[in-house]
């Protein structure tokens, strides 16, 4: 309740006026969400920063998401975003990790570079991250810094798939649904484009009504 977060906020504020790095995170963190205090990027930030210059790992990445997005400042800077998501990828954080191949794989804020994009989606996915999985399987069919392999962009669609991504269920769907195709099984593109129909995925709705096939 309220008096718990104003308790919460006095605890830590004292901490972090103290230099604790997880404190002024934390305080950061009820600033941006807007948690028992009213939202404030810019208050945000000036906890978030001496929190990320001391290596706070969440710190580095939030100051990227700030900078990425352009909360708490008149416009987006991604090339300070590229910067402190670098700080949190290479100390294996997941989603700076995609969030940072992204930028490598369209040269946002860096130099594009596919051999690092492809890097970092690789370290995001390895831990699970699912919307890098699915990037790297858009690289793997698209041909984007590496040889196309539809087999392998599937194989990743699929596991993005299993773990409720639509828009990798859609193109599992597709991929097994071409009759001309390295993957085509008629059920399993039944299967998917019905997974991703039950998401509400209109293109998926109309795949399966082409071929009169009805969700599950």
Not at 105 to 114: I, P
Not at 149 to 155: G, L, S
Request: charged share 20%; hydrophobic share 35%.
């Amino acid at each position: 309740d309220a008096e718990d977060f104003a308790t919460a906020m006095s605890i830590w504020g004292e901490t972090a006026a103290a230099g604790n790095s997880e404190s002024q995170y934390y305080l950061g963190q009820m600033h941006a969400n807007g948690t028992g205090t009213t939202q404030d990027f810019a208050k945000a930030m000036e906890f978030f920063t001496p929190a990320a210059e001391a290596g706070y790992l969440e710190a580095e990445y939030s100051m990227g998401v700030l900078y990425h997005v352009g909360l708490g400042m008149d416009d987006p800077d991604s090339a300070e975003a590229a910067y402190w998501y670098t700080k949190a990828a290479d100390k294996g954080h997941a989603q700076a990790q995609c969030n940072l191949a992204g930028m490598y794989e369209t040269g946002e804020g860096v130099t594009r570079d596919y051999v690092k994009a492809i890097d970092y989606y690789r370290q995001s996915s390895d831990q699970g991250y699912v919307v890098a999985v699915y990037n790297l399987g858009v690289m793997w069919q698209n041909g984007t810094g590496l040889e196309a392999d539809i087999v392998k962009a599937n194989e990743l669609y699929v596991l993005a798939g299993e773990a409720g991504l639509t828009a990798a269920q859609f193109n599992a769907g597709v991929i097994f649904g071409d009759p001309d195709g390295p993957c085509y099984d008629r059920e399993k593109s039944r299967y998917w484009l019905g997974k991703a129909a039950e998401q509400g995925h209109e293109q998926a709705r109309d795949e399966l009504d082409k071929h009169r096939v009805k969700p599950n």
